[in-house]
């Protein structure tokens, strides 16, 4: 498997943000994907964070960066 080509590494408050943002769900459908996915590949979880292959499949998107 590739290495990842980005290392996301949230904060306690970053985490926070975005979880609130993409529960409440009164933003654009774009920035609330961009929010789950960084969810997803955040290290700080305690699995390490997805690949971008786990990612794409279980938020049925075509491609992460």
């Known amino acids: 498997m590739?290495?990842?080509?980005?290392?996301?590494s949230l904060?306690?408050?970053e985490r926070a943000f975005l979880?609130?943002?993409?529960?409440?769900?009164?933003?654009?459908a774009r920035k609330i994907n961009h929010a789950?996915?960084?969810l997803k590949a955040d290290i700080s979880q305690e699995n390490g964070g997805w690949n971008a292959p786990q990612i794409s499949e279980?938020?049925?998107?075509?491609?992460?960066?």
């Open 2 to 8: 590739p290495a990842k080509k980005y290392i996301v």
């Open 11 to 13: 904060t306690e408050n």
């Open 19 to 28: 979880q609130e943002l993409t529960q409440k769900g009164k933003a654009a």
């Open 36 to 38: 789950r996915i960084l």
């Open 58 to 65: 279980a938020l049925d998107v075509s491609r992460v960066c």
